[in-house]
């Protein structure tokens, strides 16, 4: 990238890089890192013919900065290839859980080395549509466990009139539970798009 103008160029060699620069211009040249990753977990989605898996690394102390993934495959794809995932959902930080919704075959869940909550919709998996911040209610240690928990039973009285439960194919009928290392259970809602946990205590 020269001048503000974002284009990648392969197989250049040094003549053509040389070529229009001009004394004083700085230039950052980085080689892409490779980083090799464990697999730290599996899901399957609801309909049972695509497989999750989530990327991280087991071996890290104190902040991460290295990057994850949940890599998606159809099954029962014509074309599988196990080295060649049908998706691949990028984090910033590694990912050390995954958990698929269990009705909403479209909708995965993961957990940070660093305390974030991610979701993404494979309808549209160009970014995630929620990610959880880092505050002081949230998780600031690796998240070790992520699970959907229906929460459809809303305003009902003990003989099962006074109100009417949610749909359970809505995602405002479901919680994500999340445990992490440092012995916090948190609670989060999309419909906050996980803003902050709605409950939640310190085992």
């Known amino acids: 990238q020269c001048d503000g103008r974002s284009r990648a160029e392969v197989d250049l060699t ?8 001009y004394v004083g211009l700085n ?5 892409p890192r ?3 990753l464990q697999c730290t977990g599996i899901s399957w989605n609801a309909t049972g013919n695509i497989m999750a898996a989530s990327y991280g690394k087991n071996d890290v102390d104190g902040w ?9 495959w159809n099954i029962f794809g014509r074309n599988l290839m196990p080295d060649n995932p049908d998706f691949v959902l990028d984090h910033p930080s590694c990912l050390m859980c995954v958990s698929y919704h269990p009705l909403i075959p479209s909708i995965v869940a993961a957990g940070s080395f660093n305390g974030e909550v991610v979701v993404w919709d494979m309808t549209s998996p160009e970014g995630a ?4 911040a880092i505050t002081e209610y949230s998780h600031k240690s690796p998240v070790l ?14 003989g099962g009139s006074g109100g009417a439960s949610l749909d359970p194919n809505s995602l405002d009928s479901w919680l994500l539970s999340s445990t992490c290392s440092g012995g916090k259970a948190l609670f989060w809602s999309l419909k906050n798009k996980l803003a902050h946990p709605v409950k939640g205590t310190t085992l």
């Open 27 to 31: 230039i950052e040249a980085r080689m």
């Open 145 to 158: 466990s992520i699970n959907w928990v229906c929460s459809s039973i809303s305003g009902r009285g003990s």
């Open 14 to 21: 040094v003549d053509d890089i040389l070529v229009g620069l």
């Open 34 to 36: 490779k980083v090799t």
């Open 64 to 72: 991460c900065d290295f990057p994850g993934a949940v890599c998606c």
């Open 129 to 132: 549509m929620a990610v959880s």
